[in-house]
């Protein structure tokens, strides 16, 4: 949900088309130069040096060059702190050692759309000076957001050799499925005329990140992200058909604004804390694989007792800036109770034994009795110097319980604990049952919709896609996901079909290796669209290269 107290920091699509207008209006613009004035050779074809692949998560973007091993990432967010102007843009947040000061955090997505487009391109400006590419400083956009002084200062290349020029590279940009047209229009028209790279292609990232059958070229491809869980069926690196796509409003953005939720109405106020919540619904999260059974421990097992129950220390800012997990002390004490029960009960059980065998022993030895006055005087020294020591070992131990229970006070006194309970497993619940999110009931779970994106799919494929289900995107790390869809799948599915779930490696970037492979495999032209055709073609001629922009690479729009 976007949070209405929360301003832009940022310029949205109309601000930015209105801030262009006046820098076209102005002096200075007049002396503008066009993009390829200086070297006109740019325009006419020439392959790029470089092809920068970029996974435009709703939170994190993944990119890195065609020749890296691995993407780096970057947040997807904006914020600015109280009392300041100045906008933090990506890793500049985690710059911040108390994230709770940092005001006005906007993102540049809405349910995986691209919704502010001036936004995201200060973030891509953001990854652009990671990259160290320099872009012309007199585009239209350097001018609206002042990125000719900034340019200077920041991410500055320390010689000429590192400079990268905008107007030499390429750019593979993954985007969600059915992206509306007028979008595609802002995306192109940022990274010509306000960055000015050679040549930029589409694509779409669920079915970049698919991983095929081998045999059968099919995947059934799950993207847990942010905002949203795409389902996309694929035959050969393309959509099967695009009807058959389904999309789940639910990702996690969501289950964190729930446990901000609950947390808040039964504890403390954390409804401004969402990176405290983020940290704690990634540490203890957990899908049940039997949920009605863990809420009958809940109903008859007192808070803070039930196995499950975990306690979160929350950070001082002073001290510490990330929160621990520990095990709360009711419990631990009843799981030392229970030690000790089973420890007990074996050395019961071990002592039996030793009698038993002791009787035996003593039955066949034939020995007399000549002694027995001399070892009952042994035996009566002996209890009393063992009683002895169990006194001293009693004191001891009670000794030490009263220090820890003072240290246990001592610590609830200066600590703030967060108790999470139930929330640990009724949260990502809502990934199989969205109605306990107050969501209409209409609305399907994970699994109804794998079985309904399949069915939509012809006939000829079902059997493939059942036998390659994939689950991808930083959502699935979630424990217990894999097991939990196939137990899910399994009534709702013909017992003909063999259901197999597989999970990525790499989660989260595995769109972007998926992109890298098929860069490193395709040529450019096939992929992307150069500074010469947008020149030459108006927005109404655009039809034929948006075509071969988006179709070859398995790109389906509305």
Same mark, same amino acid.
């Given at each position: ?76 967010? #904006?914020?600015? *702190?109280?009392?300041?102007? &100045?906008?933090? +843009?990506?890793?500049?947040? =985690?710059?911040?050692?108390? !994230? $709770? ?119 059934? #491809?799950?993207? *847990?992200?942010?905002?949203? &869980?795409?389902? +996309?069926?694929?035959?050969? =690196?393309?959509?099967?058909? !695009? $009807? ?315």
């Amino acid at each position: 949900m976007v949070d209405s107290k929360n301003k832009p920091n940022s310029p949205t699509g109309s601000q930015l088309t209105k801030k262009r207008r006046r820098s076209q209006s102005s002096p200075s613009s007049s002396k503008k130069k066009p993009l390829g004035e200086d070297n006109p050779s740019l325009l006419q074809g020439l392959e790029p040096v470089r092809t920068l692949i970029i996974d435009n998560g709703g939170d994190t973007l993944k990119y890195g060059w065609s020749t890296d091993d691995y993407p780096s990432l970057l947040p997807n967010i #904006t914020a600015r *702190l109280k009392h300041q102007f &100045t906008v933090l +843009v990506g890793d500049e947040l =985690q710059q911040v050692q108390n !994230p $709770t000061s940092l005001y006005g955090n906007t993102r540049s997505t809405e349910r995986g759309m691209i919704v502010n487009i001036g936004n995201q391109a200060q973030v891509w400006k953001r990854l652009l000076d990671k990259v160290g590419v320099v872009i012309p400083q007199n585009s239209e956009a350097s001018i609206a957001f002042g990125w000719q002084a900034k340019s200077r200062k920041v991410n500055a290349p320390k010689d000429a050799s590192e400079k990268i020029l905008s107007q030499t590279i390429a750019v593979l940009l993954l985007l969600p499925p059915h992206c509306p047209r007028l979008l595609l229009d802002q995306i192109l028209h940022v990274w010509m005329e306000d960055f000015g790279v050679l040549r930029v292609g589409f694509g779409i990232s669920s079915v970049f990140a698919a991983k095929e059958h081998e045999e059968l070229k099919c995947s059934c #491809t799950i993207d *847990l992200g942010w905002s949203s &869980t795409l389902v +996309v069926p694929t035959f050969k =690196q393309r959509p099967v058909q !695009p $009807t058959a796509i389904r999309r789940l409003p639910i990702g996690g953005r969501h289950m964190i604004n729930m446990l901000k939720y609950y947390m808040s109405y039964r504890q403390y106020n954390l409804m401004d804390q969402e990176p405290i919540l983020r940290q704690v619904f990634e540490k203890l999260s957990y899908l049940s694989l039997t949920f009605k059974d863990e809420m009958k421990v809940a109903q008859c097992t007192p808070s803070g007792r039930r196995i499950y129950d975990r306690d979160y220390v929350l950070p001082d800012h002073h001290t510490s800036h990330h929160g621990t997990v520990r095990v709360p002390f009711a419990l631990q004490k009843d799981l030392e109770q229970q030690q000790n029960i089973a420890e007990k009960k074996s050395e019961e059980d071990d002592q039996v034994d030793d009698e038993v065998d002791d009787e035996d022993f003593n039955d066949d030895d034939g020995s007399g009795s000549g002694g027995d006055e001399l070892d009952s005087d042994d035996n009566g020294e002996d209890g009393d110097e063992e009683e002895e020591a169990e006194d001293v070992e009693r004191n001891r131990i009670l000794k030490e319980r009263a220090e820890r229970d003072m240290v246990r006070k001592l610590q609830e006194a200066e600590e703030q604990v967060l108790l999470v309970s139930v929330e640990r497993f009724a949260v990502p619940e809502i990934l199989f049952r969205p109605q306990d999110a107050g969501m209409p009931s209409s609305l399907v779970g994970l699994a109804h919709a794998v079985v309904q994106s399949i069915d939509a799919c012809p006939e000829a494929y079902k059997a493939a896609l059942y036998k390659s289900v994939f689950l991808t995107g930083g959502l699935s790390k979630i424990p217990n996901l894999k097991a939990r869809l196939e137990k899910e799948l399994r009534p709702l599915v013909s017992p003909d079909y063999t259901i197999c779930v597989e999970m990525a490696d790499s989660p989260v970037s595995q769109a972007w290796m998926g992109a890298k492979f098929w860069a490193h495999n395709t040529s450019f032209k096939v992929w992307s669209v150069g500074q010469e055709e947008w020149t030459h073609n108006s927005s109404s001629k655009r039809t034929g290269f948006y075509s071969k922009l988006l179709l070859p690479n398995g790109g389906i729009y509305v």
